[in-house]
């Protein structure tokens, strides 16, 4: 397996976090999505897979689902952990062609644990544009952000972008049983 605090150290903005979300954590990202509804599932950002592993639970025999991971060792381990599944070595912004790839039109949601608050204003319009052109009429977006988010500019503006591209958008209260506590955002196309 591949040493979380070793990818962090190589790369802190692409990884994000120094160890994985907890499952009780990653269960409330997921919770509230309907996967019989939901056909086509996409993932930015797997990483190690802890959000992977409670997506694969959910899923159906008519859910497509792939994930887009920029760190090649992390795609390698989560093809090893995760043997039949699809996880592709690029950015988040190439996803049209994987759903090309996958005789796709439209992502019904989207699950991302990139760290959009490390990024600066013209990278995170880009994953959001991006998110926004590549969803369906009533897709969804899902993302989570760290409570340090809060205080930093970036991530604040985060915030803002968000109902700058999105009608409806809802944020949970704090979850503390997470290291570090986050908030998760739910981000509708439609009202």
Known sequence: MINFFRQFLKNP?????????????????????DFSKNKVIVEFGPG???????????LNN??????????????????????GKNFYNDTATTIDKYLRMHEEIKADVIISSIPLSLLNET????????????????GEFVMYMYIISKIIKSGQ???DLLDEYFP?????????NNFPPAYIYHCKKVI
Do not use: D, M
């Not at 903005?13 to 990202?29: M, W, Y």
């Not at 190690?48 to 959910?58: D, P, R, Y």
């Open 157 to 159: 503006r985060v915030e």
């Open 168 to 176: 409806t958008t809802s944020r949970t209260k704090l979850i503390w």
């Open 62 to 83: 008519r859910n497509t689902y792939f994930g887009i991971e920029l760190n090649s060792e992390l795609v390698f381990e989560l093809n090893q952990k995760f043997p």
């Open 123 to 138: 990278e995170q319009r880009e994953i959001l544009e991006c998110v926004v052109n590549n969803l369906s009429p009533n």
């Open 48 to 58: 190690t897979g802890a959000v992977t592993s409670q997506i694969l639970n959910s």
């Open 13 to 33: 903005i692409q990884t994000g976090s120094l160890i994985p979300s907890s499952e009780s954590f990653v269960k409330e990202i997921v919770k509230h999505i």
